[in-house]
């Protein structure tokens, strides 16, 4: 790394962890920024991640797609856990992690950020939805896995609740299921292909909050370094990816990116 001139942003907040001001630093020079943020960005808002052990996710073993799709059982205990979590992080605002990143996005200097989350915080947080790629869907709405309609919770939960049947398309009759991606599901092609077009142009690729476990997700950063960009990752764990990184700050995500949060 080359020696980073005094850094010209705010000072960073005293409790952020070593590294946080030569991430500043990359920060304030990279002209084309992408972030690609995992549960770890979420926990500040009170939304658990999935590996941090006693997570509540790993109190089940995932169900996986097929096993959904096959089985009405399956489907019942799928949206029987979904409205737990949902209860369990219901209200979660935007972390300063969200905020900075939102920041970030609103001042031109980054195009866009690529998720593994399904909270939308990143939307809550100001950014539409254009400018944030959901690798694993999104859980604020379901759809339909035969005709792809969309169908709104609300009104899923109710029924569910009154009959403790799974839903069904209100077009087609099929069953419907969070609109997040599951064990087994294909990914959104789409959103791969505008991932990889993000990774491919930026010259700063930040991950933030990622224990960069799961493929395909966790291949961006490294197509991203291939191509010529410098890899920072920021996360309170070592991930397998720290060796090829430029810069590794292991810590909060908060302390570390509160300079650049502005108020939501
Ligand atoms: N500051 C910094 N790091 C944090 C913080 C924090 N406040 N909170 C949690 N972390 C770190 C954890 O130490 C962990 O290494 O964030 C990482 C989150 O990793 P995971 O729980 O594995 O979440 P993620 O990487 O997003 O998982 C990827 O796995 O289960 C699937 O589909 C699910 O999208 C998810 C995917």
Redesign the pocket.
Known sequence: MTDSPAPSHAPTDPTAPEGSDELLGLIGRASRIVAFT???IS??SGVP????PG?PWMANKPIPYDEFVRSEGARREAWRRKFTMDDLYRGARPSRGHRALAALVREGRSPGIVT??IDALHQAAGLPDEAVVEL?GNGTYAVCIACDRRHELAAIRAAFEATGEAPRCESCDGPVKSATVSFGQPMPPDAMRRARDLSLACDLFLCV??????QP?ASFPVIAKRNGARLVIL???PTGLDPIADLVVQ????PALAPLARPA
């Open positions: 995992g549960a770890g926990t500040e991640d999935f590996r941090t997570s593994q989350n694993h909050g990622s224990s960069l476990v799961v997700a996360n309170r764990e810590g909060e995500i908060g």
